[in-house]
């Protein structure tokens, strides 16, 4: 499938964002059972699966250019929004390499890689850029590696340093992230930038995820989905910004919660960088309006089973308790109660007209 | 808003002599004795630097040594007029070190969190570092949204010195920052206020 | 990047002593070789006749240099296996198949100084660490012990090093250690690599140094295990009795017969491929289960974990 790009989409003031129906049915819905708990989700990131948002190492889609120029705008605000500690630059060139090759080899109608020897000439056309550069040398290149390249990159990213047995996160490009922040975090050890999450410390999930994660293995990445939801197709929802955002749990009624209320699903990815031994996190983010999810009916049915049952503190945690109600009772008359299958697959590939 | 339990909050126990260290520098943020603030003095393998901030305009920073008494270490002791001066002379000291050191810091969390980020740009890891928190709780804060960091809060809502927020201090700290984060508690329904309790003494 | 295994071939072969060779490898397909960093080994598979050596060697050209892999092999002196058949068998134009770059001996990018301390054909991962230190500029020591017939060949392979860095020992010289490790900045890293006895012993004077563990790091292959003994699994309810190969994991080797097993990391940390075990005694090396679950040798993982049994009964 070719990709058609809508460049004109905003995720801040008019919210000009939509799903195309192909868009909503390669949602990676993240709910493969009626109830949800932490778990230590991770699975081998390989292609295949129910969405072929999983079939490349990083995925685009049709939000892609947007989403470039909604990064470049949180940037002009806040710099800090990208910050890479000064050990991590064998981790910054490992990152642009790894983009590089992958969207060459998985999308070449938009983007080459050319390379002789150090020499390398990257074309990125969906965003107009084409520079050449000597790989290792970063005078080369008109930004930082890592924000030279994440910058042309759908989703956040972080770098994760690997010493003494711990992950460190020292560095990354957040702007498009649910309520954490880099500025706060940079430098912390795994278990303290998680710290705030609730019920998972308990439940051992982060001791075992940073065990597995120490021994992730070049070539081999892993990946997760993790989840919230958002008011607006709102891709800034961070603590720096949330007097701007707040307001909008606020803005939540009956008849406009179906239109409002967004599932936001990350698509988290881990790879273990080969020349720094490093792991790059990347944390693809996808919208799409309960609405608009609610015309797969499976998943209708399954978002309304697990909002109902949600543990509080993790409603909590997610900032849902403002609208959880309202969201249970625009999908309540969606669900039969009949049981349904395990996974995620949507189960239909084409969707219902818009009611 | 408020949880509790947050791994990022450090825990303090009460400070030791690391045996396996071959010197060791203890730091306090008041002139406490040096039994007062630390264990295992008289165990000591090698010397013990004890500096102290005396408040006082009258000390010098200079050594007063003390002559191993028996199998005990050396110990010697030197106060401060203030933190600029202590740390002014800790900066110095670092730069001399050798691996093998172990530094240990008491005090207000302003404090032993300056202390710690002088010790991690020095290069010293986290093992060979003990701190322990002695003195009033209250925290310094920073503000998520401008940035600024406001000292000595002691209730659990603040305004911020940078942008006039009322900020809800969080558990989540830190070490970097030598911070607790604080978030606009009414962002959602402006002048919608929790009440503020003294916290932080 | 799913491939698990590249195939290599061997461009050249050029002894630098009776018992070292060196070997340049560059990807069999022409194209570039997989990037790597200091510290990194390549585990090459070898094949003579029905027996397969997988053998680990650090990798000791420039990590930066994605046009070939080098590496330096030692031919041991019983040697029946992998080893040999390198420095015999395996000639110019030869295709290997390789795993792919892994890295248990990385360096540490937040020290200030780093000093390697290296016995023997130790030096190898140096060789690369050199190179990566050079580029970025940080501070460095090496100390390298050897036999005094081989002191030449050591100079000859750190010939390129700056002098006043490189300190080559020959003979019984280990005491200058002991002063070197006393007059280390803060910040730095101690690395060291070789025969066990030389690596204990210069861990152990550091640490009477006052030298955290923190500090102290040491090449060993041994990291992440995979494989181990044979044995056989029963899988009771499917009625089957499946070879669990040495190289092979448990689920592996269950998804081979054609069982349905869950699973999902294949690390021995989501815990969804844990099974119930009827008979035999679990060898657990799996993330999840707590203590007792484990003492209890009634649960197992079976992505990464084998058996202490000759035979394992599951419920599946």
New interface residues.
Partial sequence: MTLQFKPDETFRNDFVYANSDEAVLRFPFPFPEDAYMYAVNIEPHVPGGPSPAYDNPFDLDEHYVAECRERAKVLEQDPGRCKVLPHMMAAQWDTLELIMESYAAAYPEHFALTRDGTLWTWENRPLGIRDTFTFGDASTLPLPPFEYITRQAQGDFTLQDQRDDNLFIDGGMVTTQADWSLDFDVGMTFHQWHGPVPLAHQKGVFDRALKFLLRLQYGRPVRRLNWTMTINPRLDTSPENYPSWGPDRTTVTPDNVGRKVHLRVELQSLFRLPRSNAILFGIRCYLCSIEDLARVEIWGKRLHRVLRDLHPDIADYKGLTRFRADAVRFLAPLDDGAPLPAGTAPGQSVLPAKG | ML?S?????PVYSRLSIDA????HLVLSDAPRPLEAAIDGVHAAA?AIDYWFIAATSTVDGRPAPEPAAGKDAPIERRAFRALPHLLDRLSHR?AQ??????LYSVGEEGFIWDIARLARD???????LRSCHAGSLRRTV?C??C?TRTPQVTTSLAVCEGCG?HLVV????????AAF?G??AD????GELPPAEELFR | MSARTMPLRVAAAEPLSPRLKAFTLVAADGGLVHPSGPGAHLRLLLRNGAAVHRNAYSIVSSPDDRSHVSIIVRRTRDSKGGSALLHEAVKPGDVIEAGLPANLFPVVRTARKHLMVSGGIGITPFLAYIAAFQAAGTPWELHHFCRIEERAVFEALLAHAPAGRVHIHAGNAFGVLADRLARQPLGTHLYSCGPALLMEAGQELARSLGWPKARLHSESFGGAAEGGAPFIAVLRRSNLEIEVGPQTSLLDAIEAAGVDAPCLCRGGACGQCVVEVAEGEPEHRDHFLDDDERASNRLIMTCVSRARTPRLVLDL
């Fill in positions: 949880v339990d947050i791994k990022s909050r396996a260290g071959r010197r090698g670092l070190e050798t691996v093998g050191l172990r020095a290069g010293l890891e986290e093992a060979e920073f998520v949204h940035k927020a969080r558990d989540h700290f830190s070490r970097g920052l984060m978030v606009q962002a959602e329904a402006p």
